[in-house]
């Protein structure tokens, strides 16, 4: 009984000394599990290189984190949304619009992935159930650009109601496509509670942006950064090609070299978000990934 006592005793004392010394407490957490973290790379000319583990190198709130593996993300199934922008200012793309929607949505099936989708202005109409190609085209056909814009919006609904975590549970690859200019003027929300929706449900955001000649040139900065943004700070890539359909390849390209990352946090797991940035040491080269990642 007295040397249980004392090796409860013991116990006690190591957690207390662990606690005190970061030394310690960081051999503890480096025994924890990895978790998967989805990242896309880009270079030069809208290429899509497929990184190699040893040039990159990672941090969860700012403390150096152990990298294991890294794997094509292809092998897992993936469930997607297609939010294609159906306001005023695309009016005159419409066609090609529906055509590169189609062909994005006919591409991102044909390794047996599922798909929503969801098509918006400053209202948005999606699908219940994941969709076939011929459904789609269908659902497309009837749709004629009118209002406004509300990507903030649509981002937040496809995140949360589509493809979050709680309603996805064996399927950790989910994805936004979106086809837009990247013109906001209708959202109830801003881009920054946008994105903190999709970080938190674990949705990366590929886009492809439509042709904005028509805009002013702030107005076209304004949009070009608006998807940048989105898609670094989740995991994505954005293309501005000159005609849209030109862009589905790129788009597609990326999507299938997208990556699996195992990554050991230094932190003990405790359900809440914490930064993460990572880089590559090959010049030209930038790695999107979640700007936050869940500890579970």
């Known amino acids: 009984m007295a040397q249980h006592s004392l090796r409860i005793?013991?116990?006690?004392?190591?957690?207390?000394?662990?606690?005190?010394?970061?030394?310690v407490a960081q051999a503890a957490a480096s025994s924890n599990r990895p978790i998967q973290i989805y990242i896309t790379a880009s270079g030069k000319d809208d290429s899509s290189p497929i990184p190699t583990l040893s040039e990159l190198s990672g941090a969860i709130?700012?403390?150096?984190?152990?990298?294991?593996?890294?794997?094509?993300?292809n092998a897992e199934k993936m469930r997607f949304a297609?939010?294609?922008?159906a306001s005023h200012s695309e009016t005159k793309q419409a066609s090609s619009i529906r055509e590169a929607a189609a062909q994005?949505?006919?591409?991102?099936?044909?390794?047996?992935?599922?798909?929503?989708?969801?098509?918006?202005n400053e209202q948005m109409i999606?699908?219940?159930?994941?969709?076939?190609?011929s459904e789609m085209r269908q659902a497309l056909e009837s749709v004629k650009p009118c209002g406004a814009t509300a990507i903030n919006d649509a981002i937040a609904f496809a995140s949360q109601k589509l493809l979050d975590r709680h309603g996805n549970p064996e399927t950790p690859r989910r994805v936004i496509f979106l086809i837009s200019d990247g013109e906001d003027n209708a959202s109830k929300i801003f881009l920054g509670?946008?994105?903190?929706?999709a970080i938190r449900e674990g949705v990366a955001i590929f886009s492809l942006q439509t042709d904005t000649s028509e805009m002013?040139?702030?107005?076209?900065?304004?949009?070009?950064?608006?998807l940048e943004l989105a898609s670094l700070d989740t995991g994505g890539r954005t293309f501005r090609p000159k005609r849209v359909e030109e862009g589905v390849?790129?788009?597609?390209?990326?999507?299938?070299?997208?990556?699996?990352?195992?990554?050991?946090?230094?932190?003990?797991?405790?359900?809440?978000?914490?930064?993460?940035?990572i880089k590559s040491s090959e010049k030209n080269v930038q790695i999107s990934a979640p700007a936050r990642i869940l500890l579970p």
Request: hydrophobic residues 45%; charged residues 20%.
């Open 193 to 197: 509670e946008a994105e903190d929706i």
């Open 104 to 120: 994005l949505f006919q591409g991102l099936l044909e390794q047996g992935n599922e798909g929503y989708l969801l098509v918006f």
């Open 249 to 277: 390849p790129l788009l597609l390209a990326a999507i299938h070299k997208q990556c699996v990352l195992d990554v050991v946090p230094p932190q003990v797991p405790d359900q809440k978000l914490h930064t993460f940035s």
């Open 126 to 133: 999606t699908s219940g159930k994941p969709l076939q190609l």
């Open 82 to 85: 297609l939010l294609v922008d």
């Open 61 to 73: 709130d700012k403390q150096a984190a152990k990298l294991t593996s890294l794997r094509s993300a």
């Open 9 to 23: 005793l013991y116990g006690v004392l190591l957690l207390c000394i662990a606690s005190q010394n970061p030394l």
């Open 216 to 226: 002013g040139s702030s107005e076209a900065r304004h949009a070009r950064r608006f």
